[in-house]
């Protein structure tokens, strides 16, 4: 089964998530407060394959459930709902550990394409094994097995979607990709704006670059995207 956890205060909306969602396959557990929906995840966190966090919600909010969940577990899918459709509130909830943010109010088609699209990274990722378990590029050792990221003797910690770049960048070093390339590597056939690419290196920069602001693994490539140039 595909079990995905739903928070949101405001009835109507859980409901026409949770029909939907039902509709669709999936194993549906609701709630209506940000405390509720930790005190479910600690119960049922063996089971659950997705989250979406409505992002303001009494007790504790979306971001605070988000950093807690992630902390937890770095694998589980995190969907963000908000009707703030601001930059910078779509950058915070991606800094926090979220995999994807949609903005209110959805269409049904919307809700279910990205759902699926983060379930069948999910999936992938934990179905896929590669001969070679390890990938190197000094000081990184990325161990594709355990899917742990090391810097030297310090492990560094990342999200499904940071996994799933270093993945990318590691297997191609020195390989130009485009933002389109990036996303439909995270996000196929989900549209989704470019900048979100930017978003997420950013936030895997602040993770392995000695200096975030001038980094020397991950460069950025003018007029097309991203590269890795480490050795």
């Given amino acids: 089964m595909k079990h995905i956890l739903i928070a949101e205060d405001e009835s109507a ?3 026409f998530i949770a029909i939907n969602l039902t509709r669709a396959g999936y194993d549906v557990i609701s709630v209506a407060d940000g405390q509720e929906a930790i ?3 600690n119960a049922k966190k063996d089971d659950l394959n997705l989250v979406v ?3 303001m919600m009494p007790k504790k909010d979306g971001i605070e459930v988000c950093k807690y969940i992630r902390n937890c577990n770095k694998d589980i899918g995190i969907i963000i709902l908000s009707a ?3 930059e910078i509130d779509k950058v915070s909830g991606l800094m926090m550990g979220a995999d994807d943010y949609i903005v209110k109010p959805f269409s049904p088609s919307e809700l279910l394409a990205r759902v699926d699209a983060l379930f069948r990274r999910i999936v992938t990722s934990q179905k ?3 001969e070679e378990t390890k990938l190197i590029s000094s000081p990184f050792v990325l161990d594709t097995k355990k899917k742990t990221l090391q810097k030297g003797d310090v492990e560094i910690e990342l999200t499904l979607t940071e996994y799933t770049l270093m993945v990318m960048f590691l297997s191609n070093k020195g390989t130009a990709f485009s933002r389109a ?3 439909e590597t995270i996000w196929p056939n989900v549209k989704i704006d470019e900048k979100a690419v930017d978003v997420n290196i950013r936030r895997l920069r602040m993770k392995i670059e000695d ?3 001038n980094p020397k693994y991950i460069s950025t490539v003018w007029g097309v995207g991203y590269r890795w140039d480490g050795e």
Avoid: F, P
């Fill in 84 to 86: 703030k459709s601001q």
């Fill in 53 to 55: 966090l409505d992002l």
């Fill in 13 to 15: 909306i859980r409901e």
């Fill in 211 to 213: 200096e975030a602001s």
């Fill in 128 to 130: 896929t094994k590669i």
């Fill in 39 to 41: 005190d479910v995840y």
């Fill in 181 to 183: 390339q990036i996303l």
